[in-house]
């Protein structure tokens, strides 16, 4: 019992990042009404460009970050102009197959640059942690916490109190009503790549301290960050922040009490459960269709 808080910590520091990777599929989703596939190379592209920077270069940390943090935005538009926009009157298939092949093509330009040896970042913080009540909270986890955090009320003041917001939440809702009421739809397209490119980089310089930083690392945030959407409501902000914190904790849970090696099965048996009790997700709501 004396081990949940100090698990329940690290579980939302874990699943913190799944949110951040699932809040990109989930904004392009609304924006553009396709999954992009590529969402958790923006995490490993995010880590790796840490490492020109931090490692290879030798820029300060924090303006490494920084940098990081530009370009990966510029690479979000580079990547709408690139992958999606020439086909954003084509169906949605094959706009899916162009982010695999764009997943595909980082990977490899990444391994083709680097090789198949994993680099590594050291902690962003000087100091390793401090313990309050018997938990002893690891400093990059809890940096993984902050940052989460406050991207999320950041990005919930810049949707619900400016003007830029609302023409990108009026995009998403319906694209043609806005593009009638004025509202440049492609640039509001582009800023919401923009901004999921971030949200995925951010993710991947986060992480990197706790992980290596390798070509698959983003297929495996990828894949757990989709279910977490598809748990919390796919489509839904809200469900995949709380999906992805909420597999977080599953995850640390079932391999601290259950299995270690089976640990990265754990969110796809919740992903399991969750199809056959609700599929719709926690805050999804039930469509009817026509067959």
Same mark, same amino acid.
Request: proline share 5%; no cysteine.
């Given at each position: 019992?004396?081990?949940?808080?100090?698990? =329940?910590?690290?579980?939302?520091?874990?699943?913190?990042? &799944?949110?951040?990777?699932?809040?990109?599929?989930?904004? #392009?989703?609304?924006?553009?009404?396709?999954?992009?596939?590529?969402?958790?190379?923006?995490?490993? #592209?995010?880590?790796?460009?840490?490492?020109?920077?931090?490692?290879? =270069?030798?820029?300060?940390?924090?303006?490494?970050?920084?940098?990081?943090?530009?370009?990966?935005?510029?690479?979000?538009?580079?990547?709408?102009?690139?992958?999606?926009?020439?086909?954003?009157?084509?169906? @949605?298939?094959?706009?899916?197959?162009?982010? #695999?092949?764009?997943?595909?093509?980082?990977?490899?330009? %990444?391994?083709?640059?680097?090789?198949?040896?994993?680099?590594?970042?050291?902690?962003?913080?000087?100091?390793?942690?401090?313990?309050?009540?018997?938990?002893?909270?690891?400093?990059?986890?809890?940096?993984?916490?902050? %940052?989460?955090?406050? =991207?999320?009320?950041?990005?919930?003041?810049?949707? +619900?109190?400016?003007?830029?917001?609302?023409?990108?939440?009026?995009?998403?809702?319906?694209? +043609?009503?806005?593009?009638? !009421?004025?509202?440049?739809?492609?640039?509001? #397209?582009?800023?919401?790549?923009?901004?999921?490119?971030?949200?995925?980089?951010?993710?991947?310089?986060?992480?990197?301290? =706790? !992980?290596?930083?390798?070509?698959?690392?983003?297929?495996?945030?990828?894949?757990?960050? @989709?279910?977490?959407?598809?748990?919390?409501?796919?489509?839904?902000?809200?469900?995949?922040?709380?999906?992805?914190?909420?597999?977080?904790?599953? +995850?640390? @849970?079932?391999?601290?009490?259950?299995? %270690?090696? &089976?640990?990265?099965? @754990?969110?796809?048996?919740?992903?399991?459960?969750?199809?056959?009790?609700?599929?719709?997700?926690?805050?999804?709501?039930?469509?009817?269709?026509?067959?």
């Amino acid at each position: 019992m004396s081990m949940i808080p100090q698990l =329940l910590f690290t579980g939302l520091g874990i699943g913190s990042i &799944y949110a951040l990777v699932a809040l990109g599929f989930v904004l #392009i989703y609304r924006a553009t009404n396709v999954v992009n596939f590529a969402q958790g190379d923006f995490s490993m #592209i995010g880590a790796f460009i840490m490492v020109v920077l931090a490692i290879d =270069l030798g820029v300060p940390y924090w303006i490494a970050v920084i940098v990081a943090v530009v370009t990966m935005a510029a690479f979000g538009i580079l990547f709408n102009y690139g992958v999606y926009y020439p086909l954003r009157h084509r169906t @949605f298939l094959p706009v899916v197959i162009s982010t #695999i092949g764009a997943s595909i093509l980082l990977q490899n330009g %990444v391994l083709a640059a680097y090789g198949p040896h994993p680099q590594s970042l050291p902690p962003m913080l000087p100091f390793p942690g401090f313990t309050v009540g018997g938990v002893f909270l690891d400093s990059q986890y809890l940096l993984i916490l902050v %940052v989460t955090f406050a =991207l999320v009320a950041l990005q919930y003041l810049f949707f +619900e109190r400016t003007m830029l917001g609302k023409k990108l939440q009026a995009t998403s809702q319906d694209k +043609e009503m806005a593009s009638l !009421l004025g509202i440049p739809v492609a640039l509001m #397209i582009g800023i919401t790549f923009a901004y999921s490119a971030v949200l995925g980089g951010v993710a991947g310089i986060l992480v990197a301290p =706790l !992980l290596f930083v390798s070509i698959n690392m983003g297929s495996t945030i990828a894949l757990k960050a @989709f279910a977490a959407s598809i748990i919390g409501g796919f489509g839904d902000v809200t469900g995949a922040i709380v999906g992805g914190l909420a597999l977080g904790v599953v +995850e640390t @849970f079932g391999a601290a009490y259950i299995s %270690v090696p &089976y640990k990265d099965g @754990f969110a796809f048996l919740v992903l399991f459960l969750f199809l056959m009790v609700r599929p719709q997700g926690v805050f999804g709501e039930k469509v009817a269709e026509k067959a």
